[in-house]
C-alpha cells in the first residue's frame, strides 16, 4: 500500500511543475516573438541602410585615396556637373563668394561664413578649399589672391 502523504506530496509537485512548464511555455513564446520581430526590424534596417548608401552614392563625389587615406574628391566645375555633386561646406563657401558685392580674400569668406578668423590655423584650412574650388574651375583666383565667382 502506498503512502498516502508520499502521493500528495507528488501530486503537489506535479502541479508546481505544471504551473512551472506553463510559465515557461508563455515566456519562451514571447522569447521567440520577440526574436522574430528583431529579424524583421534587421531586414528592414539592413534594406533603408543599402537604399541610403546607393542614394548617397549617386551624389556624392566618390573618395580617393592619397598616401593610403581616404579623401574627398572635388569635381571639376564642367558644364553638366552640379554644385550639389560638392560637399556641403564647400557649397557654403560658393554660396558666400557669390554673395559678395565683388572679389572677397579668405578673410572676408571666413567672416561671412562665421569662421574664427582671429587664428591663422582656423583660417589655412578654408583658404586650401578656396584654392581648392579655384584648382577645380568652380572660382576664379585673382592675382591679388582675391577670390571672385566664373
Known amino acids: 500500500m502506498l503512502d498516502p502523504e508520499l502521493l500528495e506530496r507528488i501530486t503537489a509537485r506535479r502541479a508546481e511543475l505544471d504551473e512551472l512548464e ?9 522569447v521567440r516573438a520577440e526574436r522574430d520581430e528583431l529579424a524583421v526590424a534587421e531586414k528592414v534596417l539592413e534594406r533603408m541602410s543599402e537604399q541610403l ?3 548617397r552614392a549617386s551624389t ?7 598616401g593610403g ?16 555633386l560638392l560637399p556641403p561646406d564647400y557649397q557654403r563657401i560658393l554660396a558666400a563668394v557669390r554673395q559678395a558685392a565683388g572679389p572677397v580674400m579668405a ?13 591663422k590655423s582656423k583660417l ?5 578649399k578656396l584654392l581648392r574650388l579655384s584648382d577645380r574651375g568652380w572660382l576664379r583666383k585673382q592675382p591679388d589672391g582675391r577670390f571672385t565667382t566664373l
Open 22 to 30: 506553463e510559465r515557461l511555455a508563455k515566456q519562451l513564446a514571447e
Open 53 to 55: 548608401a546607393e542614394e
Open 60 to 66: 556624392a563625389p566618390t573618395p580617393g585615396h592619397v
Open 69 to 84: 587615406r581616404a579623401v574627398m574628391l572635388i569635381p571639376h566645375g564642367e558644364p553638366g556637373v552640379e554644385e550639389t
Open 107 to 119: 578673410r572676408q569668406v571666413g567672416e561671412m561664413l562665421g569662421v574664427d578668423i582671429s587664428a
Open 124 to 128: 589655412e584650412p578654408l583658404r586650401g
